[in-house]
């Protein structure tokens, strides 16, 4: 059994001093082999691998395109680590918002909500989380990206009616606002790279 771990092409991109952090600690606390993007490994990935992401779009590719035997979160995989070092805030007010790509993953969602809570924060929920969620971002206000449909179609078809409709710049911008609006915190917790 080999654990590899998907660093994400677009977190990487977006966070790379993050990245490679989240990379050592991957590679030095669980011995997991760090690899780039999702897409380049599916082919490779064996029914004994198990596969540790960062990106929701990394979870669906190699859970539907894949034979890996796991795929689970590396927030799943921090949060079961007892020696993990956290910093805290305590009593800090943060609305945490689950992403739509995430609607039928409850481990990662609890996962983020124990993070939280060992970090002392007063997790903040919006009526639409869990799997009521349909926010991603501006991702879900333009046109599906090419590929997904077939590598992951449950999610990205089957899963996703009425979502990914292109909307101009400024709608998206609007939608974001409005989206915005409703909560009630300074500070928000995110965690779909989109």
């Not at 990106?55 to 689970?72: D, F, H, P, Q, Y």
């Not at 869990?130 to 992951?152: F, K, N």
Request: glycine letters at 6%; proline letters at 3%.
């Amino acid at each position: 059994m080999r654990m590899l771990y998907l660093t994400s092409c677009k977190f990487t991109a977006k966070y790379p001093g993050i990245s490679k952090r989240i990379s050592k600690y991957m590679a030095d606390r669980h011995g997991a082999k760090i690899t780039g993007c999702c897409k380049n490994n599916l082919a490779s990935l064996a029914e004994d691998d198990v596969v540790v992401y960062i990106c929701n779009t990394c979870a669906a590719l190699c859970m539907e395109g894949s034979r890996a035997g796991k795929v689970i979160s590396v927030w799943e995989i921090i949060a079961a680590d007892q020696d993990f070092a956290y910093q805290s805030d305590p009593g800090s007010r943060i609305t945490v918002r689950d992403c739509w790509r995430t609607y039928d993953n409850r481990g990662l969602q609890d996962a983020v909500r124990i993070l939280m809570q060992k970090m002392k924060l007063q997790v903040v929920e919006t009526g639409d989380n869990y799997g009521d969620t349909r926010h991603c971002g501006v991702s879900l206000y333009r046109a599906l990206p090419e590929r997904y449909d077939v590598l992951a179609p449950k999610r990205f078809v089957l899963g996703a009616e009425g979502l990914f409709v292109p909307r101009p710049e400024k709608e998206q911008e609007m939608l974001m606002r409005a989206h915005c609006d409703r909560i009630g915190t300074a500070k928000v917790l995110c965690y779909c790279v989109a």
